[in-house]
């Protein structure tokens, strides 16, 4: 079956960095887009970062460019978010998404909290 699993979430200061990890499975990688969305407590998800299938177009929301970098493996079937100059509005749980014309597939999350 389909799995999505992140790793990496954690706390960490602010001005520091995570890189957070999706390993994925159960359907063909590299035909589908991949994107990292996030949530923060009491706001609605939003779109953080996402890559085309092949890796050759990036879109970054406003809030993570020149922060944090999106990038895909397809010979390992895994995403990357790296993130950088952490701030505290960045604290949201973090999730791992799989897309094509017909379907979207979600990890489970994993949880960032950016704090001193």
């Known amino acids: 079956q389909v799995q999505l699993v992140e790793s990496g979430g954690g706390l960490v200061q602010p001005g520091g960095s995570l890189r957070l990890s999706c390993a994925a499975s159960?359907?063909?990688?590299?035909?589908?887009?991949m994107s990292w969305y996030r949530r923060a407590p009491g706001k609605e998800r939003e779109l953080v970062a996402v890559?085309?299938?092949?890796?050759?177009?990036?879109n970054y929301a406003d809030s993570a460019k020149g922060r944090f970098t999106i990038s895909r493996d397809n010979a390992k079937n895994t995403v990357d978010l790296q993130m950088n100059s952490l701030k505290p509005e960045d604290t949201a749980v973090y999730y791992c998404?799989?897309?094509?014309?017909?379907?979207?597939?979600w990890g489970q999350g994993t949880q960032v909290t950016v704090s001193s």
């Open positions: 998404s799989a897309s094509n014309r017909w379907l979207r597939y």
């Open positions: 890559v085309t299938d092949g890796g050759g177009n990036i």
């Open positions: 159960g359907f063909t990688f590299s035909t589908y887009f």
